[in-house]
């Protein structure tokens, strides 16, 4: 009888081990601030319930880190980051993860010297130009780079003794791209945020009448010719068009509703880093439809409810610029 009690108690206690063995980690949590300075080292501590021990491993931007604790230094190239902290129980049989997003608050960025005249603050060809690295506190070793390589001098570019201000003493065409300064403080090293050059050619056509017969559906076409690569999206500055309207990419199909109305156009021509290189606009008034012959097998129809395509809600967003 005392064998068999003492069976029976060794068989719950294996089970109940075995339970807490097979459980998850549980409350996995990440302890930190969800903004951070670049430069700056900031500390993250996971923690987590486990039935013995566990096991942290950090996940950073593809790289892996053990320890419940991590210290993460940014260089301010990405305004977003995601850190992971997985946990695994002793028997390495189960996981939890948790993921936590980061804004990275860049205090350097690449700005056009201020102490130069208005009409040299924006680049152009032939004229003199200078970029300052601001927010850097010296004392700082400061390199600069242009579309992420280290910057080559010319006879045409000069830096200031402390390395804050990159002269040019004539712009070229070649001198277009992205400009940034690398900041270095002891072991923690900064990237500024970019200014982009642009000094290529742009040629923006955009086509369409500029009366639009009430019923009658017109056509509007915006193309650009860049010197880098460039994209053209539309913007409605005078609120949104009434009757039928459809966008498709650089072409604009819309058949108004009211005679007298007043719609603005504006094709702009982006780069991915320069951002608006350039745009042109078209004011179309609404008149009178003119007599249109009808074909003999022509069926009447009513005029369409409007239409609003996906390419118009990017419309939209562009209209608030």
Known sequence: ?????????????????????????????????????????????????????????????????????????????DNFISITCTVTDEDNKHFVSEVRSVTVINPISVKPSTDQSVLHQQPKVGRSFRLTCDGASLPVTITWLKDSAPLTLDSRM???????????????ESDSGQYQCKVLNGS??????????????????????????????????????????????????AGFPRGRFIAEGPRILWTPSDIGQTQVFTCITLNPGAGN???????????????????????????????VSSATLLMLVSACV
């Open 158 to 172: 000069s830096l200031s003794p402390d390395n804050l201000t990159l002269s040019f003493s004539i712009l070229k």
């Open 1 to 77: 009888m005392q064998l068999d009690v003492c069976i029976n108690l060794l068989l719950t206690i294996t089970g109940l081990v075995q339970v807490v063995t097979a459980a998850k980690p549980q409350m996995v949590r990440i302890s930190g601030p969800d903004e951070v300075v670049a430069g700056v080292s900031t500390i993250y501590e996971c923690s987590a319930f486990c039935s013995r021990t566990c096991y942290y491993t950090w996940n950073v931007k593809e790289q892996s880190f053990p320890g419940s604790k991590l210290t993460l230094t940014e260089n301010g190239v």
């Open 188 to 237: 923690a090293s900064v990237i500024s945020k970019a200014y982009w050059i642009y000094l290529g050619y742009v040629i923006i056509t955009l086509t369409g009448t500029n009366h639009a017969e009430v019923g009658m559906q017109s056509e509007y076409t915006c193309e650009a010719q860049c010197g880098m690569d460039c994209t053209v999206q539309w913007a409605l500055h």
């Open 277 to 307: 290189i350039g745009q042109v606009s078209k004011t179309v008034t609404v008149v009178e439809a003119r007599p249109h012959p009808k074909p003999s097998n022509a069926v009447s129809t009513k005029s369409s409810v409007t239409v």
